[in-house]
């Protein structure tokens, strides 16, 4: 069969989102790959310097629609450094949790498009029925079960109601056994681990020269995590591990986020436990000023998708002068024509399923 | 001869009295009865207006009422498929249901009727024809998907007394007709002008070719074993002992290469969703891709049944010569492998081109040969 | 090589074939939900509880608003604009209206409201055939079996109260922020009377100008004031700020 370019995307099955992959395909094998995106672009950046600093939380949210605490505490994040103010650790200890919730939900929804992508509608439901008690602890703490709105300038939007540590402990309880039949239905089963094992591989230095963050990076190798290697939020004082896998390949990448959302649950529980010696009346908000101080100030955190950071330049009035998005996914895919270099058609859902699309905050 | 009461034209003849069949066959005298009642009733009614001429009496001549008797089985025997069609897709439906934590099928009672509104909704969909089609290639490529994928559904016996022709040939027909598919899918896979189609149907190919060879040869050694091509001589060849017994090996390799014929998870590549979007089903919309998954389940079920046949002793119950129904005991093996079928959907996650390769001439064929050896071992030392 | 999961999961290459262990688990799984029933909801015949505090579409409790517009303030998408409706008692009230199709149930409208009379509902079955439809007015807002929790109490603590050592004087940007006047500037239009939602502000003579024209300037009762900056969007002359207290 002669070369032809197979377009995959925006409304193909495998790509979660709106976005292209042109494929240049040998009969089966890949040739060539050129990442197409921009189809969800909606000025995010733009819009915010038209908005007063709180109203921004919500579209902070909209950046990803499951990773939407991580992305809201960000943006949170950066206007407290450019306000200097310190979070008391009990607003500390809630946005830790909440944001290990984020986590494991959004790795749970890139379990099961795994599942889909694999051609394993069972991981799949598994999965989404799993994520759906995370989903209900989110409606618990701040009332809404996506687009959660939590993290505020200086503090969260409420404190934890008295039955959310009880709650909270028995779904990670529950998951933690959960999610070992799901882990048998991926890794105990030959098929599934031979689709993921060597495939996409990405080394070090190549991880290092796009950029990649986040489990993708760590997935080759790279022992970094922002949580731990620059902790915010107090995440120094609890304890845990950083996933690292040395592979590089699909099933490293894989295996770093099992790995990772085990060791979120123990976040988790590590944070309760800190959050229950705390007296109940600590603040949980402080008031902030409506108007921010001229200066530049950067804020970085792990998001569920690699590192995400986002950098202000404010001019001293309630608005931001300019809000730039530094989206883990917007690197990570500059990648995808490295990953599927040579592999199969067959393997380009398996590999690209593990860079965990979000476009969303990819094109903002 | 009056010829007033209507139960003088429905007389309930011996269907065995007939030019055309000779042997006892039910869909046949279901047929007869049928039509000595319908027959009977429309010449009765005939005779009624114009009494006394020949119209009547020809409709329920000898061999009027055999012709129309072997048209009305034809009709039961598809019906029984069809049906027995419809309840695999609900048993798979409600199995996946129950393995994936969710509901399955909701509609009638226990959701049997599910498949039917699904049917009246893919029916109610545009019947779209991409402009850039070859027409030709892309209709009779389906047609002759979806035909011979129902013929061989209803060649298949449910008994001994359930058959539609009783020939020396039996089931290496039904081989040759289930091949016949994969190159449909190929010549379809090109008509639809469509690159995913394309693909779809290459893979389609190259998967049902590498293992329709290790299929065959375990069907060899199954005929080898029982020393005839015909259905009836298999099972009954099996009545001492059922060939899965001898025959594990052939009967691993002939279930693994049953799924891949009918292009089931995990082995479904030609119509892999996450990457060919439907695969060489893209560009068949409406009812025909409606029937195109009926004629996929039909093809399922003649997998089953064949497995059922060769290894499961057939219609046969193991230590007992009573068999009051042997048809459904039949359908209930039919439906434990199908059942197997479902659960391994459910399990297992797609494999990729060059594995289902590997799968299919590096594992399957040397384990189909090593079967055959057995056989000719047992053969020459006269073990059975 | 920190992946400790697989510790407790032992995988060897005599298992490359393994492919049991999945269909072990679906079939437990199959018994479980067979016994159990699946986890499904079925949505439109049952649904899923939700708590109080969830945030579906705004309501309003309709005889606590003031009408001061801080919701539509503080609403992102501008979906909020305070209509005249009939009060109960016959006057004419400000009160606001959602356009739902815009809103998207941040929820700010509750948590910034000083009297609480904005709240979250559990309601979010919001589906309508027009968009207009969509466009609630006060009336229909109301939300009659509210609770607690559906009010959100803004609980904010002053960063100069922490640095005391003072933790248990939760208060809100309504009730210390108040408005500031620069007496130079003012010009005595009393435009910031007319748009004061709670009546906070009164007029009073201060003196008398060259003309011989009575010096009129703003007082205001600052423990009624909830700061919603009417006065300040108002003034033509910029005079009034709002001083935070921090």
Redesign the interface.
Not at chain 1, 54 to 59: F, K, S, W
Not at chain 1, 187 to 191: F, P, R, T, V
Not at chain 2, 97 to 103: A, L, T, V
Not at chain 3, 1 to 6: A, G, Q, S
């Given at each position: 069969m002669a070369e032809m370019w197979l377009t995959m995307g925006p409304q193909h099955p495998f790509s979660h989102g709106l976005w292209t992959l042109k494929v240049l395909a040998d009969g089966e094998i890949v040739k060539d790959a050129v990442p197409v995106i921009g189809y969800l672009h909606r000025g995010w950046e733009k819009e915010c310097e038209n908005?007063p600093y709180?109203?921004?939380?919500?579209?902070a949210?909209?950046l990803c629609y499951s990773a939407s605490m991580t992305w809201s505490h960000v943006y949170c994040k950066v206007v407290e450094e450019a306000l200097e103010?310190e979070l008391?650790d009990r607003t500390k200890y809630l946005r830790v949790v909440a944001d290990e919730i984020c986590r494991i939900q959004s790795h749970l929804m890139w379990l099961a498009a795994m599942g889909t992508d694999l051609g394993n509608l069972?991981v799949f439901l598994?999965a989404l029925?799993e994520r759906?008690f995370f989903l209900d602890l989110n409606?618990?703490l701040?009332?809404?079960r996506l687009?959660t709105?939590y993290p505020r300038i200086?503090?969260v939007?409420?404190?934890m109601?008295y039955y959310f540590e009880r709650d909270c402990l028995r779904v990670v309880k529950r998951f933690e056994k959960a999610i070992w039949?799901i882990?048998?239905?991926m890794?105990?089963?030959?098929?599934v681990v031979?689709r993921l094992k060597g495939v996409g591989v990405i080394s070090r230095k190549d991880a290092a020269n796009y950029g990649l963050t986040g489990p993708t990076m760590r997935g080759c190798g790279v022992d970094f995590d922002v949580r731990r290697d620059d902790p915010y939020c107090n995440y120094d004082q609890l304890d845990w591990?950083?996933?690292?896998?040395?592979e590089g390949d699909a099933y490293g990448r894989y295996?770093?986020r099992?790995?990772e959302m085990?060791q979120s649950c123990e976040i988790i529980k590590q944070a309760m436990e800190k959050l229950d010696k705390l007296?109940k009346?600590?603040?949980?908000?402080?008031?902030?000023?409506?108007n921010v101080p001229a200066g530049t100030h950067f804020a970085r955190l792990e998001d569920p998708r690699g590192e995400s950071l986002m950098y202000l330049i404010s001019d001293g009035s309630d608005r931001p002068y300019r809000l730039k998005v530094r989206s883990p996914i917007f690197v990570n895919v500059s990648a995808s024509k490295h990953l599927v270099d040579g592999v199969r058609i067959a393997d380009i859902p398996a590999i690209m399923g593990t860079i965990d699309m979000c476009l969303g905050e990819t094109d903002r | 001869m009056p010829y007033d009461s209507i139960l003088n034209w429905i007389v309930f003849k011996d269907p065995m009295v007939n030019p055309f069949y000779n042997v006892y066959n039910l869909p046949y005298d279901i047929g007869f009865k049928l039509w000595e009642i319908l027959g009977g009733a429309i010449a009765w009614l005939i005779n009624l207006i114009f009494p006394g001429n020949g119209a009547s009496k020809f409709l329920v001549s000898q061999e009027v009422t055999g012709i129309l008797a072997l048209v009305l089985m034809v009709v039961v025997i598809f019906a029984v498929a069809f049906v027995i069609n419809l309840t695999m897709i609900w048993e798979e439906r409600k199995?996946l249901?129950?393995?994936?934590?969710?509901?399955a099928t909701r509609v009638g009672p226990l959701g049997y009727l599910q498949n039917l509104a699904d049917g009246l909704k893919t029916f109610l969909k545009e019947n779209i024809t991409p402009s850039k089609a070859d027409k030709k290639g892309y209709m009779w490529a389906l047609s002759i998907v979806i035909g011979t994928s129902v013929l061989i559904a209803c060649m298949i016996p449910l008994s001994d007394r359930w058959f539609i022709a009783d020939y020396g040939a039996g089931l290496l027909i039904i081989f040759g007709l289930f091949a016949i598919a994969p190159f449909m899918i190929l010549v379809a896979g090109w008509a639809q002008n469509n690159k995913y189609a394309l693909l779809g149907g290459m893979r389609a190919a190259a998967q049902m070719i590498s293992y329709e060879v290790p299929m065959l040869i375990v069907f060899a050694s199954v005929t080898l074993m029982a020393k005839s091509f015909n259905i009836n001589d298999i099972v009954a060849a099996q009545v001492g002992m059922w060939f899965i017994v001898p025959q594990i090996l052939g009967f691993i390799v002939f279930m693994v290469a049953a799924v891949a014929e009918a292009e089931r998870i995990p082995f479904d590549l030609p119509e892999a969703e996450a990457e060919l979007v439907e695969g060489w089903q893209t560009e068949y919309s409406g009812m025909k891709w409606g029937l195109i998954m009926l004629g996929d389940y039909f093809r399922g079920y003649v997998a089953c049944a064949l497995g059922v046949i060769m290894f499961l002793g057939g219609w046969m119950i193991p230590f007992t010569s009573w068999n009051a129904i042997p048809e459904i005991v039949f359908l209930l093996k039919v439906f434990l492998i199908f059942f197997v079928f479902a659960?391994?959907r459910?399990?297992?996650a797609r494999v990729r081109t060059d594995q289902i390769l590997w799968l299919g001439w590096k594992v399957l064929l040397p384990l189909s040969v090593i079967n055959l050896l057995i056989v000719l071992a047992l053969k020459i030392g006269g073990m059975v | 090589?920190?992946?400790?999961?697989?510790d407790k999961?032992p995988?060897s290459n005599a298992?490359?074939?393994?492919?049991l262990?999945?269909?072990?688990?679906?079939?437990k799984?199959?018994f479980k939900?067979?016994l159990h029933r699946?986890?499904?909801i079925?949505y439109p015949y049952e649904k899923e509880w939700?708590?109080d505090?969830?945030?579906g579409r705004p309501g309003l409790i309709f005889e606590k608003c003031l009408g001061c517009g801080i919701c539509k303030r503080?609403c992102?998408t501008t979906c909020i604009s305070m209509i005249e409706v009939d009060g109960d008692d016959g006057k004419k009230v400000d009160r606001p209206q959602v356009n739902l199709g815009r809103c998207?149930?941040?929820?700010?409208c509750a948590?910034y409201c000083p009297v609480n009379a904005m709240i979250?509902t559990p309601d979010y079955e919001l589906a309508a055939y027009t968009r207009e439809e969509l466009i609630y007015g006060p009336r229909k807002l109301a939300w009659p079996k509210h609770t607690e929790m559906m009010q959100?109490?803004l609980?904010?603590?002053?960063?100069s109260d922490?640095k005391n050592g003072v933790?248990?004087k939760?208060?809100?940007?309504y009730s210390i922020d108040r408005p500031e006047l620069n007496d130079a500037k003012c010009i005595g239009c009393s435009r910031c009377v007319k748009v004061c939602p709670t009546g906070v502000i009164e007029m009073y003579t201060k003196g008398e100008n060259a003309a011989g024209k009575p010096i009129k300037r703003p007082k205001f009762d600052l423990a009624k004031c909830v700061c919603c900056q009417n006065c300040v969007d108002e003034c033509p002359k910029d005079a009034l700020v709002?001083k935070?207290?921090?």
């Open positions: 908005r709180p109203l921004i939380i919500p579209m949210d909209r103010i008391t069972t598994w029925r759906e409606v618990k701040c009332g809404q687009t709105n200086g503090g939007r409420n404190d109601p039949n882990i048998a239905m890794d105990e089963s030959a098929i031979s591990e950083v996933a690292v896998c040395k295996r770093v099992i790995e085990l007296p009346t600590d603040p949980t908000r402080v008031k902030v000023p409506k | 199995v249901g129950r393995m994936m934590d969710r509901r659960w391994i459910a399990a297992h | 090589m920190t992946i400790k999961y697989l999961f995988r298992r490359t074939l393994w492919v262990k999945p269909m072990w688990v679906t079939l799984n199959m939900t067979t699946p986890v499904t079925m939700v708590p505090n969830y945030r503080m992102p998207m149930m941040c929820g700010y948590e979250v959100v109490h609980k904010e603590h002053l960063l922490l933790t248990d939760p208060t809100a940007f709002i935070e207290v921090l």
